[in-house]
């Protein structure tokens, strides 16, 4: 499907601009000001937010202390309470992080990334529900940008359309990043600092505690919670299920074209801090002097290196993968990938190349030795016989960026048993670049949400079939956190991913289960990387 650059006018999409003007703009002061019914209650104090496009806006809810100073590198504090009814009608301050290099990556990204105000004070999160009352599932989702940068604030998680006809509770969350949230200390500044790799992950463990404990009070039922994320946002969420503080505190999960397989190492988390005391002119038994540093100071420091969660054997036990690890077997879980996930950078040819242009780019681009990428390309070829010679670059670098570790996944977690995995294969073609673009990295999001308009710059014209397809990943989602099955009258029957028989909804214009559809290439793939 080749679409052009000219958003359709409809009602929905006339209605969801608009409501994209109130998520990027500050509220007209005095609107709905004294409004008591506005007013919800929570631990810490009353909050008062809007209405918008039929929901309930709450934003820049604290849940947790402010991180500074002393504070830093430490698990999360209580939030301390309030009297007077608290303003709740603007996004809270992002984490310290680096900002997109958008020069590496594709510009519809850019355009819809939240660019407010950064403050080690950014523990906050935001909720968007059809009313106060009532007991609706609760879907908490955590923004993408690996484990390094970006918000719960960003456009494309506005979504009322999702809030009111699928009636469900929407919480985004910010929480600590990069250097901020996974610095381990834990060699070098005591028992303090022993959970101090993992603490971006304890945030977000805060922010379920405070779901568990306020939600209600905002139309939503405690008992019934799906995490859910896209890229950096799906490695969180799977991490949580590594995490025995986070046991009980959700109830399904979904991982979009992001798994963590394995965290970081101890020895690894080591070697990195050590650098950054370096850089900082720290002595390694004096870290207590971090909380002397400017937050920009820590964060000028903290280039090149890799910061993820730590696998210390406490705070994060392994992998939620490990066919020994039993902590999150019992929780349903949704997973997949994008079928040209690597379009999202701006490296990855859109134009056609020869033979040896394929073989030099996998070669060079992708890793891959010399003497194995024939096989390589062979493979994938007899698999994708329509594809030009770019279009095969496209998939192996998108299985390799995102595709090979969700069915590793799905296939670790079949090999626990049960039948509560489901696996998806998004594949619309997005209107971008006239069509060119294909079905990059985070093209899902919109359609999960049901807020195409959101992305228009990547959707382009909102045709008939993708609102369909909306129509159809939004029930599926939703249903999925309601009953913990993605089951719906709008899709083909879609039966879960098992040793088996693995089931794998293919999404796009027509909606089909295929099994094991990318099996040879991903085969290829793993020899190929030895």
Do not use: C
């Not at 992080?97 to 510009?107: G, H, I």
């Not at 070098?188 to 603490?199: K, L, M, P």
């Not at 039948?419 to 899902?444: C, K, S």
């Amino acid at each position: 499907m080749i679409k052009g650059l000219n958003v359709s006018l409809n009602r929905r999409v006339l209605m969801q601009g608009a409501g994209a003007l109130l998520a990027v703009s500050a509220l007209p002061r005095g609107l709905m000001a004294q409004d008591d019914a506005l007013v919800a209650q929570t631990s810490a104090g009353p909050v008062r937010g809007f209405s918008a496009d039929g929901t309930l806006m709450y934003r820049g809810i604290p849940y947790a202390g402010s991180a500074d100073g002393a504070n830093r590198f430490l698990p999360p504090r209580p939030v301390e309470a309030w009297t007077d009814v608290r303003d709740a009608t603007e996004f809270g301050a992002r984490s310290p992080a680096a900002e997109y290099p958008m020069q590496v990556l594709m510009e519809e990204e850019g355009l819809d990334l939240d660019a407010g105000p950064m403050s080690e004070e950014s523990l906050f999160l935001n909720v968007q529900t059809p009313a106060l009352d009532g007991a609706r599932p609760v879907m908490v989702w955590y923004h993408g940008g690996s484990f390094t940068s970006g918000s719960g604030g960003s456009m494309r998680y506005y979504a009322p359309e999702l809030v009111l006809e699928k009636d469900v509770v929407l919480v985004t969350v910010n929480h600590r990043l990069g250097i901020f949230g996974f610095l381990d200390l834990s060699r070098f500044g005591g028992e303090q600092y022993a959970q101090s790799g993992n603490v971006g992950m304890l945030d977000i463990v805060a922010s379920l505690e405070w779901v568990r404990d306020n939600i209600a009070n905002f139309g939503g039922d405690p008992s019934n919670v799906t995490v859910f994320g896209e890229s950096g946002g799906g490695s969180k969420v799977t991490t949580l299920m590594a995490m025995p503080a986070a046991e009980g505190l959700f109830h399904r999960v979904i991982a979009q074209s992001g798994v963590a397989l394995q965290s970081q190492s101890p020895d690894a988390a080591e070697a990195t801090t050590r650098t950054v005391l370096e850089r900082l002119g720290i002595a390694e038994d004096d870290v207590a002097a971090l909380g002397e540093k400017t937050w920009e100071d820590i964060l000028a420091v903290s280039n090149g290196l890799d910061w993820r969660p730590v696998e210390d054997g406490a705070t994060v036990a392994g992998s939620a993968f490990d066919p020994q690890a039993r902590l999150s077997a019992d929780i349903p879980l949704l997973l997949g990938s994008n079928a040209h996930e690597a379009n999202f950078f701006n490296a990855t040819p859109f134009e056609p190349i020869d033979d040896e242009g394929l073989r030099m780019a996998l070669i060079e681009g992708q890793g891959i030795a010399e003497d194995r990428v024939e096989d390589l390309i062979a493979a994938y070829q007899a698999a994708n016989p329509d594809l030009e010679n770019h279009q095969i670059y496209q998939r192996i670098a998108s299985d390799a960026f995102m595709g090979a570790s969700a069915f590793t996944a799905a296939d670790r977690r079949a090999e626990m048993g049960g039948d509560n995995t489901w696996v998806y294969f998004f594949a619309m073609a997005q209107g971008a670049r006239d069509g060119l673009i294909g079905a990059p990295h985070t093209a899902e999001i919109a359609y999960a949400l049901d807020n195409l308009a959101q992305a228009e710059r990547l959707v382009g014209t909102i045709d008939p079939e993708d609102q369909t397809l909306a129509d159809q990943m939004s029930a599926a989602w939703t249903n999925f956190a309601r009953e913990g099955n993605p089951a719906t009258d709008l899709l083909p029957e879609w039966p879960a991913y098992t040793a088996d028989n693995r089931a794998v909804m293919i999404l796009d214009e027509n909606p089909r289960v295929e099994i094991d559809p990318l099996r040879q290439g991903l085969d290829a793939l793993a020899a190929a990387r030895g």
